[in-house]
């Protein structure tokens, strides 16, 4: 035997389910303005560090676009939850973008790393081969998904 519940009234339904919508509002908009304030803050840190280190070159030029890359990934992550926000509409392609972003950051990462090592051990050679190969891997199985769904007719979002 089974007890249900008595049905609460519309109105308090309603409102209930109205503040809970709020709040969930509330919180998506802190996280826009929480990875907005932290990408401004990796933009700036990677302008100062670059300016600071200019006798290091290429090291310097490889951490700044390893920065501006970092920045625009979170703005990226800003736009598609700001996105949601104004469409109630979670959609996979920008994430599978923010994706394809993060490896070609890893790759370059990765390649720095391979190219400015004045000594690598052998050891270290091969895990550094076996990670570009890995992030070159994972960025193909993205730009696939990205063309199936293009195919599919699903890629075609607004914006």
């Given at each position: 035997m089974t007890?249900?519940?008595?049905a609460a009234p519309q109105g308090t339904r309603g409102?209930?389910?109205?503040a809970i919508k709020d709040a969930i509002i509330a919180i998506e908009y802190a996280i826009v303005?929480?990875?907005?304030l932290v990408a401004a803050i990796v933009l700036a840190r990677t302008v100062v560090t670059?300016?600071?280190h200019?006798?290091?070159?290429?090291?310097?030029?490889?951490?700044?676009?390893?920065?501006?890359?970092?920045?625009?990934?979170?703005?990226?992550?800003?736009?598609?939850?700001?996105?949601?926000?104004?469409?109630?509409?979670f959609t996979v392609r920008?994430?599978?973008i923010i994706g394809v972003l993060a490896g070609v950051r890893d790759i370059l990462s990765t390649s720095a790393h391979l190219t400015l090592s004045t000594h690598?051990?052998?050891?270290?050679?091969?895990?550094?081969l076996v990670a570009l190969g890995v992030g070159v891997g994972v960025v193909v199985m993205l730009l696939l998904g990205l063309l199936i769904l293009r195919w599919s007719g699903q890629g075609d979002e607004p914006g």
């Open positions: 007890a249900e519940r008595p409102a209930t389910d109205a303005v929480s990875l907005l670059f300016l600071e200019w006798t290091t070159f290429p090291a310097s030029v490889v951490g700044a676009i390893d920065g501006i890359l970092v920045v625009i990934i979170l703005l990226d992550i800003v736009h598609t939850v700001f996105g949601h926000l104004r469409s109630w509409a920008p994430f599978l690598l051990s052998t050891t270290d050679f091969t895990e550094t």
